[in-house]
């Protein structure tokens, strides 16, 4: 008889804690951040907006996690010894893929802020919210080593990585693909897609606000 084969999770939902544990428990959520920024935000984001900025960030999210497997396979740096318990000692940890994914977002987030784009905040309401998602970015990161999937200098590592990549990524759309957004958009495939750059609008909520409202009137009127 063949013997039986093992079993391999999806490390990035299979989050364990210890029975009991509240913080614990709370911080296993927390972990699966990358998980509802992903099909959460940018799904839904691709399939009801539609902005070639929120386009490229996440794209940039791929690369940057694209990148962290390579350095991972390439180092080939082992968990922490409490990866026997939570069955994930056959994936490497350095740098932390989860802890590069959150400070990756953090950054760009936080730079698309500082340059306007896509914000209808005030600027108090926009420190506010850099504040949220940099705190969501801390606390991800303490999740991963309390866990016990990482050590604290895998997740600082990743932490770097995730601020370099981001920033650098943010550079390369804002300062060397932005140029040919408006091609993107008057393109064949751009036009069918209905992709959009409303970086150059101050207020995109009011914007869009004042346009459905005059959209509806005309109607009314045509009625």
Excluded at 195 to 222: C, G
Aim: charged share 15%; glycine share 8%; proline share 3%.
């Amino acid at each position: 008889m063949d013997p039986p084969q093992q079993l391999k999770a999806v490390t990035l939902t299979h989050v364990r804690y210890h029975r009991g544990d509240h913080l614990g428990h709370f911080l296993a959520w927390i972990s699966l951040v990358p998980v509802f920024i992903s099909l959460a935000g940018f799904v839904s984001h691709f399939l009801f907006r539609r902005e070639l900025q929120v386009i490229f960030f996440g794209i940039g999210l791929v690369i940057s996690q694209l990148i962290n497997e390579f350095i991972k396979t390439t180092v080939e740096q082992a968990r922490p010894e409490t990866c026997t318990l939570l069955e994930a000692c056959d994936s490497h940890g350095w740098p932390s893929s989860h802890s590069q994914f959150v400070f990756f977002f953090a950054t760009y987030f936080s730079l698309m802020g500082c340059k306007g784009i896509g914000f209808w905040f005030g600027l108090r309401r926009r420190g506010v919210l850099n504040l949220l998602h940099w705190s969501l970015a801390v606390v991800t990161m303490y999740s991963r080593v309390y866990l016990g999937y990482h050590t604290v200098a895998q997740v600082f590592a990743g932490a770097v990585l995730g601020v370099v990549v981001g920033g650098s990524w943010f550079w390369v759309v804002n300062s060397v693909l932005f140029p040919y957004f408006s091609v993107i958009e008057e393109s064949e495939l751009g036009r069918w897609m209905c992709v959009k750059d409303t970086s150059h609008i101050p207020d995109v909520l009011k914007f869009e606000y004042d346009n459905a409202r005059a959209a509806r009137k005309n109607n009314i009127k045509s009625d």
